[in-house]
């Protein structure tokens, strides 16, 4: 039949226009029908696994960052917006942390490839979309103290995500059963 996607897309125009007036929930991510939402006063609660800029974590106990400063997140960076230096002792040995580590969020496209391959589970994505920069040289190109988050952070952006991650690392801490 000529024009059934035309009538298909109508009805479902229809069936929201119609759940409007006969729905009156919340403004979340489930509710039904169309609404406006007054940004900035108003904000829908975004997705746990979204993912905007990289951060860096850090062990609130010790305040030591998780990085080991291996590069890999620098390596595998699609822009090159990432530039780690590794810190060194005082006879030159170098050390398994940061002493410089730099972001330009002017370039980073939040592909999130630094989190998915930090070997130390160091770097995670921010959900963070509220960035305003007068200058984008000056203001976004993030040195390491501001990119530094504690470990409770993560866990209160991304309470489900932290709870299988700490569920599998204990499960790889379990001492093997057998004989």
């Known amino acids: 039949m000529l024009g059934k996607g035309i009538v298909r897309g109508m009805l479902v125009t229809f069936k929201h226009f119609v759940e409007t007036y006969l729905y009156r929930g919340s403004r979340t991510a489930k509710a039904r029908g169309l609404f406006t939402v007054q940004y900035p006063e108003e ?8 993912r905007n800029l990289p951060f860096l974590l850090y062990d609130p106990e010790t305040g030591e960052p998780l990085c080991v400063a291996c590069g890999m997140c620098a390596r595998v960076c ?9 810190a060194k002792d005082e006879a030159g040995k170098p ?18 490839f630094c989190a998915e391959f930090c070997p130390s589970d160091a770097i ?6 509220r960035i305003i920069a007068f200058d984008r040289r000056k203001d976004l190109v993030w ?13 209160e952006i991304c309470p489900t995500m932290w709870a299988e991650e700490q569920a599998e690392k204990a499960a790889k801490a379990a001492p093997k059963g057998g004989a």
């Open 43 to 50: 904000r829908l609660p975004l997705p746990e696994r979204y």
């Open 78 to 86: 699609p822009p090159q917006c990432i530039w780690i230096k590794r």
């Open 95 to 112: 050390l398994r942390k940061p002493e410089e580590f730099v972001v330009d969020a002017s370039v980073c496209m939040g592909c999130g």
């Open 124 to 129: 995670r994505m921010d959900k963070d979309y």
């Open 143 to 155: 040195p390491l103290e501001r990119l530094l988050k504690p470990t409770t952070y993560y866990a």
